[in-house]
């Protein structure tokens, strides 16, 4: 079976950091490109990055361009989300998906089904 399993998350102070892990088995990690979304208790869903196959494509939404860096390791199947300089309004579940292809879209979107699979989330929570 594919599976993703999301870990990292917790309770953070503004200006912390957090990093996110996602460990994958059942699939050939190395073909997908894999992507973050997180689901915000008042705002609901937002797609926050994306890396392609072999890493050499990386988006990310406005809201997290220049705090969060999305990374991969292909030996270990693994995605990370690295996020620094974390804000209230960066609380919510942070899911890892995995894409359709190797390479990126032009739009992503937060809805878990626009992707192929996802993991349980785990949950991030900014406050003083």
């Known amino acids: 079976d594919e599976q993703l399993v999301e870990s990292g998350g917790g309770l953070v102070q503004p200006g912390g950091s957090l990093r996110l892990s996602c460990t994958t088995s059942g699939f050939p990690f190395g073909s997908y490109a894999m992507s973050w979304v997180r689901q915000h208790p008042e705002t609901g869903p937002e797609w926050v990055s994306t890396i392609s196959s072999r890493s050499g494509v990386r988006m990310y939404a406005d809201s997290v361009k220049g705090r969060f860096t999305i990374s991969r390791d292909n030996t270990k199947s693994t995605l990370y989300l690295q996020m620094n300089s974390l804000k209230p309004e960066d609380t919510g579940v942070y899911f890892c998906?995995?894409?359709?292809?190797?390479?990126?879209?032009?739009?992503?979107?937060?809805?878990?089904?626009?992707?192929?699979?996802w993991g349980q989330g785990t949950r991030v929570t900014v406050s003083a």
């Open positions: 998906a995995k894409d359709w292809n190797a390479g990126v879209r032009e739009v992503y979107s937060g809805q878990l089904t626009d992707y192929d699979i």
